[in-house]
């Protein structure tokens, strides 16, 4: 059995590099193989992966041909039995891959599958699981009105740690027998962001297959490394979502007519809102390491006390403004997962120093940029 894991990177230097760091301890014990396809990247990003990494396959586009497009031109190359699409801005445990693998031949007539996520500051990410945004659950989300039997938008009757079928998974994680994804035609090049992922797992729905969420396999998704959370990217997901209607739901005129407006007043709405991003002023920085030589670049490079420990409580943090940093070579992925949901309160929030890096970054919102500090 071989897994071929695919990234489509944009811009995003630091953060794919902490991904593939992840993979590679994930992916240890397993025949795998990395495809990075690249959409004209104006970082160092093609450059260090060309570097650090000169055993991924690397594609690198002269134009962004768009994620489902990437993908596909990914899958074009991948000798795997199953697909991993992966978003760079992701961290994975050790074990990740090993479960979710293991689990999948214990669920019958599989589709996709797709892991639990948590955003940078260790809160779950409910798209992870997700029912099909048909005109009337679709309806219910824009304008928060609750229809009678019409199913929320997010698959809330499956506990976030359970294991169950749902509608729709997230494109940030999903795997997938490759045969099971030739079937259907691989991604719909007409979605360029956004909704193509919905797309998918509704074309795999409609082939008589499952799509499965593991609740009990976690990852880290940053969200929004790659796409700058404005006016223009609400725009594209609110016409995503107007093309999906058009090819899986398009029913007469009049109701037509409706919805395309219902969704064009949304997002003219939501693209007049003010996605800027006040960080908080820290207070206190916990370095997690036994590394006194990390400690004092870190400290030097900070403006706060810093304090070096190998461990802390949830009770230890009181109510100032904390941030916790890991050091990969102290603690692995897995644990940092662990920690940053046990961990998780209104005052903390998260970086990591991958492993041998001279970095630390981490996010503290769900839609908007993180940050990334080098020393």
């Not at 104006?42 to 993908?71: H, R, T, Y």
């Not at 404005?230 to 725009?235: C, D, L, M």
């Not at 100032?320 to 046990?342: A, L, R, V, Y």
């Amino acid at each position: 059995m071989k897994l071929s894991i695919i990234i489509v990177n944009y811009n995003v230097r630091y953060f794919i590099e902490q991904c593939i760091l992840s993979i590679k301890e994930a992916t240890s014990s397993i025949d795998t193989e990395i495809i990075i396809v690249d959409n004209n990247s104006k970082d160092e990003s093609c450059q260090m992966i060309k570097d650090c990494f000169p055993e991924i396959i690397l594609i690198e586009n002269k134009e962004n041909k768009g994620f489902a497009a990437a993908n596909n031109q990914g899958v074009l190359l991948a000798k795997g039995d199953f697909l991993c699409f992966l978003n760079p801005d992701t961290v994975l445990a050790f074990n990740t891959f090993i479960k979710i693998l293991k689990i999948q031949k214990q669920l019958p007539h599989t589709g996709l599958l797709g892991p639990k996520l948590i955003n940078g500051v260790g809160d779950f990410l409910h798209e992870s699981k997700r029912n099909i945004p048909s005109p009337l659950t679709s309806f219910r989300r824009l304008f928060g009105i609750k229809i009678g039997y019409v199913k929320n938008y997010y698959a809330d009757h499956i506990p976030s740690n359970s294991i169950g079928y749902v509608d729709v998974l997230v494109g940030a994680f999903m795997l997938i027998k490759k045969e099971s994804y030739l079937s259907v035609g691989g991604f719909d090049e007409d979605y360029f962001i956004f909704g193509e992922d919905i797309d998918l797992a509704y074309k795999i729905k409609k082939k008589g297959l499952l799509n499965y969420y593991i609740g009990n396999v976690v990852a880290i998704h940053y969200r929004g490394e790659s796409t700058d959370r404005n006016a223009v990217y609400v725009r594209q997901f609110y016409d995503a979502m107007r093309l999906f209607y058009k090819k899986h739901f398009r029913s007469n005129a009049t109701l037509d007519f409706m919805v395309s407006v219902a969704i064009r007043l949304v997002s003219v709405i939501q693209s007049s809102k003010n996605f800027d991003k006040k960080k908080r002023i820290i207070e206190r920085y916990c370095l997690i390491t036994n590394d006194e030589g990390l400690y004092s670049k870190i400290a030097s490079k900070l403006s706060a006390e810093v304090e070096i420990l190998d461990g802390v409580g949830k009770e230890d943090l009181g109510d100032t403004n904390i941030e916790i940093i890991f050091d990969n070579n102290f603690i692995s992925f897995g644990e940092i997962i662990d920690q940053m949901q046990k961990l998780r309160k209104d005052n903390i929030t998260f970086k990591i120093r991958p492993k041998n890096c001279n970095y630390i970054l981490g996010s503290d919102f769900s839609d908007g940029k993180g940050e990334v500090i080098t020393f």
